[in-house]
């Protein structure tokens, strides 16, 4: 089995004043010790890298280095993958994108789910309740 990983869980994980903090440290673990391949879209980790050294939105970010570090170690799992566009990308982008009129932030996520569907993934571990719009993904929310 597999599943995609969305960058709130990731965010969580690093954010040590928010209240999902353990739960998201646990989840990470979860998944490094299990057997279910996962999926870390470079959009996923790209919006890790900007989210989790941006001074506005933590009250102490990351610094780049060690927001980059976190992307290793998440890498270094043998069963974590991080693919990126394949040749089909776009036509399922567009299938996907006219299926919730995609705009605006649902546009990120958007991408995500074309890039699931091409991949074959068919589950996303996210607190994001915008992923439940696309048809055919299943959400698994650790926090709810």
Do not use: C, Q
């Not at 990470?28 to 001074?55: C, D, H, K, M, Q």
């Not at 996520?109 to 993934?121: F, P, Q």
Request: proline residues 3%; aromatic residues 10%; charged residues 30%.
């Amino acid at each position: 089995m597999s599943l995609a990983l969305d960058a709130n869980v990731l965010l969580y994980a690093v954010n040590t004043r928010d209240s999902r903090h353990e739960r998201s440290r646990e989840v990470l673990a979860e998944l490094a010790e299990g057997r279910e391949v996962v999926y870390l879209f470079w959009p996923v980790l790209t919006a890790f890298l900007r989210i989790s050294t941006r001074v506005g939105v933590f009250s102490k970010p990351l610094s780049p280095a060690e927001a980059r570090r976190a992307v290793d170690e998440l890498l270094e799992n043998e069963h974590f993958y991080s693919p990126g566009e394949s040749e089909s990308f776009w036509s399922a982008f567009r299938e996907t994108a006219a299926e919730v009129d995609a705009k605006g932030d649902l546009v990120s996520d958007t991408h995500i789910v074309a890039l699931m569907r091409v991949h074959g993934v068919r589950t996303i571990i996210t607190h994001d309740r915008d992923f439940r719009r696309f048809d055919g993904i299943k959400v698994r929310d650790p926090f709810a």
